[in-house]
């Protein structure tokens, strides 16, 4: 079975430029989530989708960040314009609740180096 | 507002000891705790999650433990391997919000 697919794995930018980072879940996994990784850091909950619906992005910075999952599988996280602090490991993961368990599974992550 | 933290930071051990890393969590209402194991450049990789109802967990080498009472999980590794240095995470679900909490990791090094 496939895991959690991320692309870009590495993205390298300069400053105000806009970003895209695109994220499939594993198959039948309903939930979706980002995460923002800094160095040294454990990941930060970004956005959190149950199917189609964001039901959780109250920690995403909307004045640059947006997210969409438009028929409820994959998703894409945009950034626009990128700022230096944005540089940074951005990861999806994915879960579905089975018989009361809820474990997230993480891709790879796809690695941001804004200059 | 849950935190999670981990003691230590970093931690080198000869090949073959046993060791044990620490998690600490200050809101005892969590729904599970999940330890991840994280290679340098690398997504993370799942080892083992407690539900909240359950006491420890184990998998091979691993072992984790869960007191939700103290706020405390541990992981314990035996006759551990250079291939087990890598940066480990303990992250708990919050009840309610479905979201994972992070500590900022314990970076191991076995060492040959």
């Known amino acids: 079975e496939a895991g959690v697919v991320q692309s870009p794995r590495y993205k390298i930018i300069e400053k105000k430029q806009p970003v895209a980072f695109w994220c499939n879940p594993i198959s039948g996994h309903n939930t979706l989530y980002w995460y923002l990784q800094n160095l040294g850091q454990g990941p930060e909950l970004l956005i959190r989708?149950?199917?189609?619906?964001?039901?959780?992005d109250s920690q995403l910075p909307k004045d640059r960040f947006s997210a969409e999952r438009l028929k409820g599988v994959d998703s894409t996280l945009k950034i626009q314009p990128a700022e230096l602090g944005d540089s940074a490991v951005y990861l999806c993961?994915?879960?579905?609740?089975?018989?009361?368990?809820?474990?997230?599974?993480f891709g790879p992550g796809t690695r941001l180096t804004v200059l | 507002k849950q935190e999670v933290t981990q003691i230590p930071a970093a931690l080198s051990v000869p090949e073959g000891e046993n060791l044990v890393l620490n998690c600490s969590f200050t809101d005892s209402a969590i729904y599970n705790l999940q330890w991840f194991r994280q290679d340098p450049g690398k997504g993370l990789t799942s080892l083992l999650l407690i539900q909240s109802s359950q006491r420890e967990q184990t998998s091979g080498r691993l072992n984790a433990s869960l007191d939700k009472s103290s706020g405390r999980s541990t992981l314990y590794i035996a006759a551990s391997q250079p291939g087990d240095s890598a940066t480990y995470l303990c992250a708990a679900l919050i009840q309610g919000a479905q979201k994972l909490v992070f500590g900022q990791g314990t970076r191991l090094t076995i060492n040959p």
């Open positions: 993961a994915s879960s579905v609740r089975d018989r009361g368990i809820n474990e997230q599974f």
């Open positions: 989708y149950e199917n189609e619906e964001a039901v959780d």
